[in-house]
């Protein structure tokens, strides 16, 4: 009797492992073929291949099995077992958060002695010119927060300062972020060298210490994501969260929905995960949702308290963007559409400005008409789903397009500007530099790994 049931135990668990192993081919599959597309589309997208080849997509995703296959047939147990054997003299077991923290600062603070005092965006400039007035287009509490730096620069009378200690604590916040990250790693029982590979990274990779003194809200914003989830992961997989954790949700939360207007896309459906599947006390659930509710009404609170308006052409950027491609392709459109169109912008105009992959050189555009679209919602609304299914092909390919940096697995161009910039190189920045004092600007000087906008 034993020897049966030993039997049928035996074969109950052969019929289970090869079950398993044929899910995990079949989600492998999956991956390999969403890549292989995503490969594909992103040639076809930036104008390197005329069509999309279906061979090419199956070429791309049998080579991406290839490797995920080989990858899955790792012993990673034994792999630990040999990088654990490891032995490294001096190893910080219970300060590594402090000691992450102090080594990625110290190599961001002497890279940025060499870019004092930091590197900005055009949008950060923008901000720091009128804080107020792009409110409506940027996260306010960002906003805010600039227009803080620029009146300490006023108080101080030197704005090269108080820029220059806006990217220390920029540099700062995501060095504790990194550090907190290998304090994640090390609790998890992650190898030391794994460990200490990992904050050599974090310290020698040019685009990370590019992105320390470049003071935009984006590099935070993407820090406090990924604390997200290995918060997500210890609430979901071990079902437990501590106090220390709880305050490092609550920053998280915080960072990312004040930091972008969309922040709260992200949140949202996060919370009902967390919610569903995290097992968590009532307490922890509850705090996390009034974090959430406050983090959503601040804004609120601050745009009705500086008069902000939301501008339309911000709503349905990338429509606009869609049918800026279809007069672009000269493709044909009804009188009333285009009559429509070009009392938003010409046609010669939208021509002479668009650029692939973003809206911005027409929606600010002098010539942009952003009254008349703000009173024509509905119509606007109207002329696209007319459009839509006659330009189906370049609808879609626009939205590619636009949207290239969520779905495309190749690296995007990354563009910055100094924070010192010199006045020849634009009329705008003239009206920054004498009203705010900023001096000895050089815009284009190229930042390393960088490419920077107005170049040649």
């Given at each position: 009797?034993?020897?049966?049931e030993?039997?049928?135990?035996?074969?109950?668990?052969?019929?289970?492992?090869?079950?398993?192993?044929?899910?995990?081919?079949?989600?492998?599959?999956?991956?390999?073929?969403?890549?292989?597309?995503?490969?594909?589309?992103?040639?076809?997208?930036?104008?390197?291949?005329?069509?999309?080849?279906?061979?090419?997509?199956?070429?791309?995703?049998?080579?991406?099995?290839?490797?995920?296959?080989?990858l899955?047939?790792?012993?990673?147990?034994?792999?630990?077992?040999?990088?654990?054997?490891?032995?490294?003299?001096?190893?910080?077991?219970?300060?590594?958060?402090?000691?992450?923290?102090?080594?990625?600062?110290?190599?961001?603070?002497?890279?940025?002695l060499?870019?004092?005092?930091?590197?900005?965006?055009?949008?950060?400039?923008?901000?720091?010119?009128?804080?107020?007035?792009?409110a409506?287009?940027?996260?306010?509490?960002?906003?805010?927060l600039?227009?803080?730096?620029?009146?300490?620069?006023?108080?101080?009378?030197?704005?090269?300062?108080?820029?220059?200690?806006?990217?220390?604590?920029?540099?700062?916040?995501?060095s504790?972020?990194?550090?907190?990250?290998?304090?994640?790693?090390?609790?998890?029982?992650?190898?030391?060298?794994?460990?200490?590979?990992?904050?050599?990274?974090?310290?020698?990779s040019?685009?990370?210490?590019?992105?320390?003194?470049?003071v935009?809200?984006?590099?935070?914003?993407?820090?406090?994501?990924?604390?997200?989830?290995?918060?997500?992961?210890?609430i979901?997989?071990?079902?437990?969260?501590?106090?220390i954790?709880?305050?490092?949700?609550?920053?998280?939360?915080?960072?990312?929905?004040l930091?972008?207007?969309?922040?709260?896309?992200?949140?949202?459906?996060?919370?009902?995960?967390?919610?569903?599947?995290?097992?968590?006390?009532?307490?922890?659930?509850?705090?996390?949702?009034?974090?959430?509710?406050?983090?959503?009404?601040?804004?609120?609170?601050?745009?009705k308290?500086?008069?902000?308006?939301?501008?339309?052409?911000?709503?349905?950027?990338?429509?606009?963007?869609?049918?800026?491609?279809?007069?672009?392709?000269?493709?044909?459109?009804?009188?009333?559409?285009?009559?429509?169109?070009?009392?938003?912008?010409?046609?010669?105009?939208?021509?002479?400005?668009?650029?692939?992959?973003?809206?911005?050189?027409?929606?600010?555009?002098?010539?942009?008409?952003?009254?008349?679209?703000?009173?024509?919602?509905?119509?606007?609304?109207?002329?696209?789903?007319?459009?839509?299914?006659?330009?189906?092909?370049?609808?879609?390919?626009?939205?590619?397009?636009?949207?290239?940096?969520?779905?495309?697995?190749?690296?995007?161009?990354?563009?910055?500007?100094?924070?010192?910039?010199?006045?020849?190189?634009?009329?705008?920045?003239?009206?920054?530099?004498?009203?705010?004092?900023?001096?000895?600007?050089?815009?284009y000087?190229?930042?390393?790994?960088?490419?920077?906008?107005?170049g040649?």
């Amino acid at each position: 009797m034993n020897i049966i049931e030993g039997g049928r135990e035996y074969v109950l668990k052969k019929i289970q492992m090869k079950r398993l192993k044929e899910k995990n081919n079949i989600l492998l599959v999956v991956i390999a073929v969403i890549f292989g597309i995503s490969y594909e589309t992103d040639f076809f997208i930036q104008k390197m291949r005329p069509c999309i080849s279906i061979w090419r997509i199956l070429l791309a995703a049998g080579v991406m099995f290839i490797v995920l296959k080989y990858l899955n047939q790792i012993d990673y147990e034994r792999v630990l077992d040999k990088l654990n054997s490891i032995n490294i003299k001096k190893y910080p077991q219970k300060n590594i958060w402090l000691v992450g923290t102090c080594v990625t600062f110290t190599t961001y603070m002497i890279c940025f002695l060499a870019y004092y005092p930091g590197v900005g965006t055009n949008d950060f400039l923008n901000i720091l010119n009128s804080p107020s007035g792009l409110a409506n287009q940027f996260p306010v509490c960002y906003c805010a927060l600039v227009d803080l730096v620029k009146q300490f620069g006023l108080y101080i009378n030197h704005m090269n300062v108080a820029i220059a200690i806006f990217a220390i604590c920029h540099m700062l916040l995501l060095s504790i972020f990194m550090g907190d990250w290998l304090e994640w790693m090390s609790k998890h029982k992650v190898p030391p060298i794994i460990c200490l590979v990992t904050c050599g990274y974090f310290c020698l990779s040019p685009t990370i210490i590019q992105s320390s003194y470049f003071v935009t809200r984006d590099i935070l914003w993407a820090a406090a994501l990924i604390s997200l989830v290995l918060i997500s992961y210890d609430i979901i997989m071990e079902n437990s969260i501590s106090k220390i954790e709880i305050i490092k949700m609550i920053i998280s939360i915080l960072c990312v929905l004040l930091l972008r207007n969309n922040g709260m896309y992200v949140i949202l459906p996060w919370m009902i995960i967390i919610c569903v599947l995290g097992k968590i006390s009532k307490k922890a659930k509850i705090i996390m949702i009034c974090v959430v509710l406050v983090g959503i009404l601040i804004p609120k609170y601050m745009e009705k308290d500086w008069g902000v308006e939301h501008l339309f052409k911000e709503t349905v950027g990338i429509p606009l963007y869609q049918v800026s491609s279809v007069v672009v392709n000269n493709e044909e459109i009804t009188e009333e559409e285009k009559e429509f169109i070009d009392s938003i912008m010409s046609s010669e105009s939208i021509k002479a400005n668009f650029t692939v992959g973003t809206l911005d050189p027409i929606k600010w555009n002098s010539e942009f008409h952003t009254e008349f679209l703000e009173e024509n919602k509905i119509e606007f609304l109207s002329i696209w789903f007319k459009m839509l299914p006659k330009h189906f092909k370049t609808f879609v390919k626009s939205y590619l397009e636009i949207t290239r940096g969520f779905w495309s697995p190749t690296p995007g161009d990354f563009s910055a500007y100094y924070t010192i910039l010199t006045m020849e190189n634009s009329e705008w920045l003239v009206d920054v530099v004498q009203t705010l004092n900023i001096n000895a600007y050089n815009l284009y000087d190229e930042v390393p790994g960088m490419h920077i906008w107005g170049g040649d």
